[in-house]
């Protein structure tokens, strides 16, 4: 079994439906982190959340340290939302991550 | 400011050959990575540098080795390729490895290797 569970492995939504992600995972963790990998194959940082929740502009995540699940939402979907979106949760000291397989989203016009 | 830079962007070697990936970040970072993407799989680790001058392995460092040149440059060496190495390489940069885990980290735009 993975350690960090994605679901769905993939999304397709309409422009402007709102957009729920989730990431399980089965370990302790300090961190959990989600990025963005675009089609063009860039990865860039979203958040890193340790508790509760944070929100930049239409992207809000949230984590519940006790079910040891996240949550990536996106309101007012846009095609430019369309990407693979991976969460990853880090342990310990050092810097190293855990990667989820990603969920790819696409989002229609 | 060029944030991480990786290059060749892409490369084709052949099984036996070998090769150096190169990375370099201009933001003081104290902490890098070298990353495989496969398909249908999460982002493995291969080896990190914590800080200049140390260097550790990841999940996934066998048929690699690693030089932590100074602390904006960190390249990654194939020995002799072979084709399960054909993956996508992703190096990496965070500011502060006292940050540990909850550190952001800053990717390059990857390399493409394919070993025929």
């Known amino acids: 079994k993975n350690e960090v569970e994605q679901s769905p492995q993939n999304l397709t939504a309409q422009e402007g439906e709102f957009i729920t992600i989730n990431c399980s995972y089965s370990v302790g963790i300090s961190a959990l982190h989600w990025l963005q990998q675009h089609p063009g194959g860039g990865i860039v940082s979203l958040f890193m959340l340790s508790s509760g929740k944070k929100k930049h502009g239409r992207l809000i995540a949230t984590i519940n340290i006790q079910e040891k699940h996240s949550s990536l939402h996106i309101t007012a979907s846009h095609p430019r939302d369309s990407a693979v979106y991976i969460c990853a949760v880090g342990r310990g000291s050092q810097g190293n991550l855990i990667f989820g397989k990603g969920t790819k989203l696409s989002v229609k016009p | 400011n060029a944030g991480v830079t990786q290059t060749p962007k892409f490369q084709v070697l052949k099984t036996g050959q070998s090769m150096t990936l190169q990375c370099a970040q201009d933001m003081n970072h104290n902490s890098m990575y070298w990353y495989r993407q496969d398909p249908g799989m999460g982002l493995r680790l291969i080896y990190y540098s914590a800080s200049e001058g140390t260097t550790d392995k990841g999940e996934v460092p066998n048929g690699y080795n690693v030089s932590r040149l100074n602390k904006r440059e960190f390249s990654l060496r194939l020995e002799s390729a072979a084709p399960s190495q054909t993956s996508v390489y992703f190096c990496?940069?965070?500011?502060?490895?006292?940050?540990?885990?909850?550190?952001?980290?800053?990717f390059g735009p990857g390399t493409r290797l394919t070993v025929l």
């Open positions: 990496a940069s965070s500011e502060d490895a006292r940050q540990g885990s909850k550190a952001v980290q800053f």
